[in-house]
């Protein structure tokens, strides 16, 4: 063991997932459009073990894999020969990744892909990894969970290998909601490796600029196996948190970004988005004289949104923000019911709309619409019990929904032995 | 009874009501908007009677008020010293209509305003009338149902003095529509006045275009008691059915409006139009440059409807019109979305959208929004079990709802004896 850890490090990392605040279709046709970290999170804890294996274990989706080091390293001796392409097919080939792969052996594919490119020359002296991965994000909701999942390992191998180090800061206020799930923390008793880490995760750390850039190469990297050509915007909030504003495929970081709460609901009902934007092209080459006007508003509300949350992250402490969030709370209800009119609307997000706002909540659609996740800006010092109720009665209705935050942080570091 | 019969004839008219079919709200704003007759209907039947009365029977009121004879001559004797304004306070006052008037006593007022005007010079001869109102129409659901009274009791009126003639038209498919309701024949029955006339109404009749402008004038005047200064759009579409384009005030007929057959839903929760009027104004003036375009797209809306409607007007019998209706049932779902994104919707007409689209129908709310009435565009050959069930189903919710149509006739005489 003593030999292992001089090699590898233990590390427990985490990464966002990311919301579209609004802009969603418009962007398609040449709108601004604005993304941000949603801070449900994918944690991953990298155990450095002497059992000759390499083993992913992804409680939600019950995978548990094993591979032993030594195929790795046939795998590796392969692919040394070829061009990353034949590389990849290789690699493909040896998780079962065909013309409709499933979600297991993609995120197999991914763990597989980032560990023989960053572990590349530690090979010979790797005796084996625990990987745990546990995501707070839901599967195929729009919310970026494959890209927190691709940055989590990302990070966690550069971190436990040394190609990039973590600055450690003491536990502040912030650390609450960078504590470990609650599920991940009692998988790990149950399985005795309590030993690894203390219930409270008791500091974090960030990492420099350049080393995010790293992580967000190589997570996009990963991206491209499961989506094909990702925009990459989904890996670049996942890394570096906050907001983006992107338009015609070019996209920024937004400088002023506060943290905002908000009740993310997810209505379970699939989304299709291929589906979703041929319905607004449809009615977009049906009606142009009705469909542009629309999306010239949907951009309005774009700016609008980013000048009001500029002046809210300049705000001083006690400064009054009332009118502020009362704007955004106008603008999250004029952008919910433009998306229904260009045709990406669902019942269930109206549901979601018309529950919220009984109790004083906007609330819109997120991404590609049809189904997927609805967002309610919860603005300060609203009433708990409201919030307790409403979303006792999202989950009667089948909905599920958690009281998050946006524009926080992008990956972290919160644990390194 | 003979004498009397020569000078007034008993006679039965009736008057559609209105809706408007798209551009409500932007139409404050200098875009145009289009209203169409719908054809829930208010009835009027005129009987002369030498009981020394005039009596207004209001079943739908609850109202049954008398006036001798004499006491209208006394109140016509007063009258013709004054000036106009002295006049109509001195109605006002023998009607009761003081600040907050019930629409009772405002029924009544509509009711003297015409009789003492149109049949001013016949007072002399007059020995009594009965005249007996009942609508189809629910009150204050923004349907035009004052219009229609003031309509039909002009027209009823006028007729029944032989001021204007009727061009009697044989009974023809048409009829069916204007076969006299049956909650009005009952109450005849009841009150032993069958006499009066048959169950069927056996004929029909239009009048004379300087006649309906008569008529027009005078119901627009009797309309200005009830509402102050209204627009004017009401008491049009009641004479003239069909539809009305109106921008800024000026208002002129659509030439070719189909007749669409419609099912029109009444949320029965009230609107207040002014409350709506104010938030869109609220909204315009905070988000110049996200509303004024969704204004625009109203606008362009009802040009499109406009054309289309032109088309479907000059299709011949069996040429196909799918891809017609489809494209108003697009216009219908867009600008329902558009205007609860200028603030105007409501839960119940939500759920009227939701329920009418799950079966396939386009539904829009109409008018002021915030509640009120929805409609729903039926194309020909609809499945009538679906339209049964979603009937069924909106009646659960407490709502009322009608399979009728828009785009028909405007006042008919049914009967005149």
Redesign the interface.
Known sequence: MAAVKEVLKSVLVSAPGKVILHGEHAVVYGKTAIATSVDLRCYLLLSPRATGDVKLILPDMQLTQTWPISELKKLLSQRIEGTDDDNLQILKRFCNVGENPSMKSLACLVLLYLLTKILHHKMATLTGIDILIYSQLPFGAGLGSSAAYSVCIAAGLLTCCGAITVNKKEANSDIKSHNLPEMMLEYIRERGEGVLLTDAVSSWGEYAKEDLELINKLSYEAETLVHGTPSGIDNSISVFGGAIKFKNGAFKQIDKMPSLTILLVYTKVLRNTKKMVARVRD?HD??P???S??L??IE??V??SETVLAKLASLSEGEPNNELYS?LQ??F??????L????V?H?SL?KVH?MT??IGLASKLTGAGGGGCAIALIPPGFSSSHLSEVKGRLEESGFESWETSIGGNGVRAHWIH
């Open positions: 009615l049906k009606y004289s009705v469909i006007p629309l010239t508003s309005e509300i700016l609008k704007t106008d603008l209800t004029i952008n919910h019911h433009l229904n009119s260009i045709g609307g019942a109206d018309h706002s009984e």
